[in-house]
Every structure is written in C-alpha cells, then in structure tokens.
C-alpha cells in the first residue's frame, strides 16, 4: 500500500506535489558560482507561488545561499528536482535560446518568474567594501577578464583588447579594480585584486564600483545581484536574451555561426578564431562605458 500511494504522489504534476507535502528539495550537482545564484533565484520564486514551503537546495556554492531567506536549508546530496537545463524535459535544445531562469523554474511548475537573481551580504563583508572603495577616486570600475571553463575559449575577450580598454579608461581618469582567481592574467593599470578576495568579498566591492566591465561569467550574475551597472562582452557565444538582467548592457556579434552555445560541454575550439569576440573592439567598450557614467552624474 505504501509504495502505491508513494507512485500515485510522484506520478502527480510537481507543484500538486509542493503544495501537498510543504517541502521541496532541488540541486544543481557541480553548480558553478552563477548557477547558484539562478538556484536561489528558483528558491525565491518557489517561496513566492507556494507560499510557507521548506526549500532545500543541494549540490551548489553554499557560501553564497549564506542569509538567503528563501533557502531554509542546504548539503551536498543528490535528492531533489534538477534543475539543470542541459537535459531532462525542460532541455533547452541547441543554441539557447530560452531563458535559462525560466526553464529553472518551470521545472517546479512556476512560470513568469523575476529575471533577477539575489545575494544576501552581511555588515562585515560591506563595511569591508566600503573601507576598500571609498580610499579610490571615483568613478570605480571592476573589471572581470575570465568566463567559465566549458566554453574551450569562446567566450574570451583577447588580451591585448583589455590592455588597451584599461589604457583607455584610465586616460578619463576612471580607476579599474581587477577581480578574479589569482591565475588570471593580471591587466596592467589595474588594482590588482586578483586571489586576494573570496568571492563574497569581491561581490561587496562590485555593489560599491560604478560599473562593472566582463565577460559572461559568475560575476555577470553577481552584478545582477547587487544591481552594479554592468556591460557585458557576449560576442556571439550566447546570447543576452538567456539571462536578461536590466541592469546589464550587453555586447552581441551576429555572424552567421552565433550563437555557438550547445548544451553539452563537449564544445570544440573556434574554427574562426573567435571572430565574434574580436568584433568588439575596445573604443566600443570605451564610449557604452562613458555613456553609462555620464548618466550617473
């Protein structure tokens, strides 16, 4: 008897099975920083349709779920609703162009949700930013050079295009704060912040910079969560759409090859030698940066 009604609850629609049992448990096994930002925002989403529902998340980044009020618990099992989008029902097929926080949440049968992801700092890790930041000349720009690991370097912008947009920016007298794993390579003109700041840190200072210049990565999500003004360089990898986040000003390329995304990760070099990122040159960077400063001012 117990293990028929057992199938006759799980062959019902996953939100009859939220509401009925007032506790849901999702993952994302091996979530990067970005994707556990998107499965908090999921958390919140599920808190807001359901209501006083216990939302256990699994398999991401804890740190940065630390304060969330939608998150009651988190560990690193495997139970749960998946919500990764590169298989499953809500697959997203080739080329992505679904909004990815939408196929998250339709996952746990919620629709429409908020385009916005969260993160919940506390006073030490503000007051920490705002010590940092307030010692540099206005305006403050973070600057963030490295994407993910599964794009083979399609999303990478090429070097010499950053030396030169630093070279640009700090002839207006803009000061740049470079953040990122200390592997990175280091921008000359920059304030090295490389490895000297874990990831919560760097997000507290990105919610004190102006703005916020990178490529598509986990700082991209983080800069939508602390509504930093932020452009972002997509070439023709992905595109904006997927993400959506207002407070992002995206820089596309459309030849004919983008987007190049596929929802594997067995994603070859680019046969064009990144043409699409190459496209965007650093004087472009350079005037949407001036445009969204002037508007500050």
């Known amino acids: ?5 057992h199938k006759i609850f799980y062959s019902l629609p996953v939100s009859w099975r939220i509401r009925l049992k007032k506790k849901v448990a999702i993952l994302y096994d091996q979530a990067g920083y970005g994707d556990t930002l998107l499965v908090g925002a999921v958390a919140r989403e599920i808190k807001k349709k359901y209501g006083r529902v216990r939302v256990t998340v699994n ?3 804890e740190e940065l779920l630390q304060n969330n ?3 009651d618990e988190t560990g690193q099992h495997y139970n749960g609703i998946d919500l990764n989008y590169h298989y499953g029902k809500e697959y997203v097929g080739e080329h992505f162009h679904k909004n990815i926080l939408e196929v998250m949440c339709r996952k746990v049968g919620v629709r429409n949700p908020a385009h916005t992801v969260d993160i919940f700092l506390t006073d030490e890790e503000r007051n920490f930013a705002t010590e940092k930041m307030n010692s540099l000349n206005r305006p403050r720009v973070t600057i963030h050079i490295m994407p993910g690991g599964f794009d083979n370097g399609r999303k990478l912008w090429p070097l010499k295009y950053w030396r030169n947009l630093a070279a640009m920016l700090r002839k207006r007298k803009y000061t740049l704060i470079q953040l990122g794993n200390a592997n990175e390579q280091y921008i000359e003109g920059t304030i090295n912040m490389l490895g000297t700041q874990d990831i919560r840190r760097s997000i507290a200072l990105m919610e ?3 703005l916020h210049i990178g490529v598509v990565s986990s700082l991209m999500h983080a800069a939508a969560a602390v509504k930093t003004p932020a452009i972002i360089i997509f070439g023709g990898f992905e595109r904006f759409s997927i993400h959506g986040y207002d407070n992002i000003v995206p820089l596309e390329s459309s030849i004919p090859c983008s987007p190049c995304i596929r929802a594997n990760t067995n994603i070859g070099k680019c ?13 472009m960077v350079c005037k949407k940066a001036e445009w969204i400063l002037k508007k500050q001012t």
């Not at 008897?1 to 009604?5: G, Y």
């Not at 046969?271 to 004087?283: A, D, V, W, Y």
């Open 208 to 210: 004190k910079a102006e």
């Open 59 to 61: 398999r991401v980044k």
């Open 1 to 5: 008897m117990k293990a028929l009604l």
């Open 69 to 71: 009020p939608y998150v």
């Open 271 to 283: 046969p064009l030698n990144t043409q699409c990122m190459r496209e965007i040159t650093p004087r």
